[in-house]
């Protein structure tokens, strides 16, 4: 088990699910069957990805190309905003989100502890204030009660996180962010295709940043999306991620102080060919989420996720709540001892060692986020997990839990 597990590569996709169904063993001829493993997380990937990658190397021309600007277009499309800045990866589009719309020092940010550490390193990358809010226990999305109760005359903005695919109560977000003049941060990297009553998400607050980490709903490999509907953040954004040019300029006249956060020709290729089938990789998911939800539906220690109606959830990963009497850290260990993968996830971020160093939180801050954060589970997913998997998943996790109650 990977315990105070809240990176992504604790959700270390990989292709061992294809697995070796027998093993020689040495030394003698018999063959021990083996089950087959099960991985938390893989990509989908196809011959038509792998020629789109291959067809980029032949072209020689690996970076700023065509591909970018076919990627861009292809998301402004599917999302339905007017600008899509590729970024190599989703904590470069949130930085940059964070640096365009100029906070820094003395600002502060209302951002949820239950989130990926990227969230709130790309606030502290520029000098602001993280000031986290508690969540709801439903969605485990930003408590609204809580983040009103949050703002101050030095709050500049929300930093809302769709977590695990499920889009926050935008309506209400929006409310209060023109009530109190705050700039809006989607960090929508967990939810890619969700909607939030038929909109999709991408089109609210100033920007939003998607990735593409090879967990997520589609890949590129690495890579990240910002987009919006601003167009002076899509140009400073476009500037900041190539090192401070302008788009007029000359490759040697920098505006600015930029960086390289440029997504390469071969991802921004395998970004669009995953693209073109990503509504079925959400129907994929969906399925197999159906599958967890059927099989752990009778269950009374195993809280199976919950979406509201008027949203569509973009599967990202699936994770249980236990209940409160049931140590899920001993669940996980006896999981992974019978080969089934399972993370902790998230870890609180405001409990983290470099951020309790520098705010001096001792826990008990954020009851709902931290009473969560010991319950939840995520469990193996992704798009091609079988019935059968899933059912051996489901009985090493009832197996587990029956033993403690
Ligand atoms: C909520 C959230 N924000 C930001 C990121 C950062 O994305 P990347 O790993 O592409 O930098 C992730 C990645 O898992 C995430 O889950």
């Known amino acids: 088990m990977s315990?105070?597990?809240?990176?992504?590569?604790?959700?270390?996709?990989?292709?061992?699910?294809?697995?070796?169904?027998?093993?020689?063993?040495?030394?003698?001829?018999?063959?021990?069957?083996?089950?087959e493993m099960i991985s938390m997380s893989a990509p989908d990937i196809d011959d038509l990805d792998i020629e789109a990658v291959v067809e980029v190397l032949r072209s020689g021309r690996l970076s700023l190309g065509p591909n970018i600007e076919?990627?861009?277009?292809?998301?402004?499309?599917?999302?339905?905003?007017?600008?899509?800045?590729?970024?190599?990866?989703?904590?470069?589009?949130?930085?940059?989100?964070?640096?365009?719309?100029?906070l820094g020092p003395g600002d502060e940010i209302l951002v949820p502890s239950f989130t990926f550490a990227a969230?709130?390193?790309?606030?502290?990358?520029?000098?602001?204030?993280?000031?986290?809010?508690?969540?709801?226990?439903?969605?485990?999305?930003?408590?609204?009660p809580d983040l009103r109760r949050k703002i101050t005359p030095h709050t500049k903005a929300i930093m809302a996180v769709d977590v695990f695919g499920h889009p926050v109560e935008w309506d209400?977000?929006?409310?209060?962010?023109?009530?109190?003049?705050?700039?809006?941060?989607?960090?929508?990297?967990?939810?890619?295709?969700?909607?939030?009553k038929g909109r999709k998400v991408g089109q609210f607050g100033d920007a939003s940043a998607f990735a593409f980490y090879p967990n997520k709903q589609m890949t590129t490999g690495e890579g990240g999306i910002v987009a919006t509907n601003n167009s002076e953040i899509a140009r400073l954004?476009?500037?900041?991620?190539?090192?401070?040019?302008?788009?007029?300029?000359t490759w040697l006249e920098h505006e600015r102080l930029g960086y390289n956060y440029r997504l390469d020709e071969m991802s921004?290729?395998?970004?669009?060919?995953?693209?073109?089938?990503?509504?079925?990789f959400l129907a994929k998911r969906e399925r197999?989420?159906?599958?967890?939800?059927?099989?752990?539906?009778?269950?009374?220690?195993?809280?199976?996720?919950?979406?509201?109606?008027?949203?569509?959830?973009?599967?990202?990963?699936?994770?249980?709540?236990?209940?409160?009497?049931?140590?899920?850290?001993?669940?996980?260990?006896?999981?992974?001892?019978?080969?089934?993968?399972?993370?902790?996830?998230?870890?609180?971020?405001?409990?983290q060692p470099y951020i309790r160093e520098r705010f001096g939180f001792k826990g008990g801050e954020l009851p709902t986020t931290e009473s969560i954060a010991q319950r939840t589970l995520a469990l193996p997913f992704h798009n091609n997990l079988t019935e059968k998997q899933v059912d051996r998943v489901v009985e090493s996790?009832?197996?587990?839990?029956?033993k403690m109650v």
Request: negative net charge; glycine residues 8%; aromatic residues 6%.
């Open 3 to 35: 315990s105070g597990s809240n990176s992504a590569e604790n959700l270390e996709p990989s292709n061992q699910n294809i697995g070796h169904k027998i093993q020689q063993q040495e030394g003698n001829r018999h063959v021990k069957p083996m089950r």
């Open 70 to 102: 076919a990627f861009e277009e292809a998301i402004n499309q599917y999302i339905g905003v007017r600008h899509a800045v590729a970024v190599s990866s989703g904590t470069a589009a949130l930085h940059l989100i964070v640096k365009a719309l100029g």
């Open 119 to 144: 969230s709130v390193n790309a606030i502290l990358y520029e000098g602001a204030t993280p000031v986290f809010v508690d969540i709801e226990d439903e969605t485990f999305n930003l408590d609204l």
């Open 172 to 196: 209400a977000i929006e409310e209060l962010a023109d009530q109190y003049q705050l700039r809006v941060i989607d960090d929508s990297c967990e939810a890619f295709g969700a909607e939030y």
């Open 237 to 249: 954004s476009r500037s900041l991620a190539n090192q401070g040019r302008s788009e007029m300029g």
């Open 268 to 280: 921004a290729a395998l970004g669009l060919s995953q693209l073109g089938r990503v509504e079925t």
């Open 288 to 351: 197999v989420a159906e599958m967890y939800a059927e099989c752990l539906k009778g269950s009374e220690a195993v809280q199976i996720p919950r979406s509201k109606p008027h949203v569509r959830r973009s599967w990202f990963v699936y994770v249980v709540t236990l209940r409160e009497d049931i140590e899920r850290d001993t669940v996980a260990r006896t999981m992974e001892q019978s080969g089934i993968p399972v993370r902790c996830y998230f870890s609180p971020i405001h409990l």
């Open 397 to 402: 996790l009832l197996g587990a839990v029956t």
